[in-house]
């Protein structure tokens, strides 16, 4: 066995170890809202339910370790004293991944995950119409665990009003656990689905995804393609070039084969072959072949 004194490894080191040690931990989609009512979108794993009553989330945007700089989350927190807490379940998981992304500010990260937010009835920030719980919470206190990057800052959160999809409901009116399929987070790019057990889910690129909102409509509203789909196709630095993709398929002849067909849901349907396999620069060369 091995020990080790926290104060003797690099944050990035003691920050692995924590995350790879304490979990499966849920995940808080905080939604909020700046001065100006530009919306904020992001996922913590530093989350939980500590009280029923009365009903208290807690949950900690913590300082960034590169540069002890504080998240859009917090400040909007501090300054509105309002946010949405909304679950994450597995239809859900790639398009909260982006959702993760250090866009700047001012960019909606619904818009960029392809999310809808929809208003809440006693809070201003916007709810995520797609997950299956949403909390709205007024902010009672917010602690500050440390000033050096990697500290947290603890939000206790009062639950005002919960919304709940009456299609994760069993026949008593309870959340039947089957139906809301929630997902965790482990440690590096480890998650946990409660039906199922570990998937993972990559990190979303450091130097930003093109973002849903980028993906053609013909894309975004095919049957073919579910939300976790349009989170990967999101996930990419920049879409393929006209003679990257020629190159693609003169090399690939089962592309070739697909595309000669001019059916879309066969296309479609290839490209998704890629996706399940998360390579997501050829999934865009399939979709944008016969563009």
């Excluded at 818009?111 to 920030?125: C, F, M």
């Excluded at 450091?206 to 894309?219: A, K, N």
């Excluded at 592309?255 to 997501?280: C, F, M, P, R, T």
Aim: charge should be negative.
């Amino acid at each position: 066995m091995i020990s080790i004194n926290p104060k003797e490894i690099s944050t990035p080191q003691l920050h692995a170890y924590l995350q790879s040690s304490v979990g499966p931990r849920p995940i808080a989609f905080a939604s909020t809202i700046s001065k100006k009512g530009i919306p904020n979108l992001s996922p913590f794993s530093f989350f939980n339910v500590f009280s029923a009553n009365p009903p208290i989330l807690v949950f900690s945007p913590s300082r960034r370790v590169r540069d002890n700089t504080v998240k859009h989350t917090l400040i909007n927190a501090e300054a509105t004293r309002e946010v949405v807490i909304n679950v994450v379940n597995y239809d859900l998981v790639q398009q909260t991944s982006l959702a993760s992304t250090e866009y700047g500010e001012g960019v909606n990260e619904f818009i960029k995950a392809g999310l809808t937010q929809v208003p809440s009835d006693l809070v201003k920030p916007y709810r995520v119409k797609e997950s299956p719980v949403q909390f709205e919470c007024k902010i009672t206190q917010i602690i500050p665990l440390g000033t050096e990057g990697g500290a947290g800052n603890l939000i206790l959160c009062e639950v005002v009003k919960i919304h709940i999809h009456e299609s994760i409901l069993d026949e008593n009116g309870a959340i039947d656990q089957h139906k809301i399929d929630l997902v965790s987070r482990l440690g590096a790019n480890w998650y946990s689905r409660s039906n199922e057990g570990l998937f993972e889910v990559p990190k979303p690129l450091t130097t930003l995804g093109v973002g849903v909102d980028i993906i053609p409509d013909f894309i975004k509203q095919s049957p073919v393609f579910n939300g976790n789909d349009l989170g990967k196709l999101g996930n990419i630095e920049a879409l393929p070039t006209k003679e990257e993709v020629s190159i693609f398929v003169k090399e690939n002849f089962s592309v070739k084969g697909v595309l000669s067909s001019d059916d879309q849901e066969k296309i479609h349907l290839e490209a998704k072959k890629y996706l399940n396999n998360d390579d997501i620069e050829s999934a865009w060369k399939v979709l944008l072949a016969k563009k």
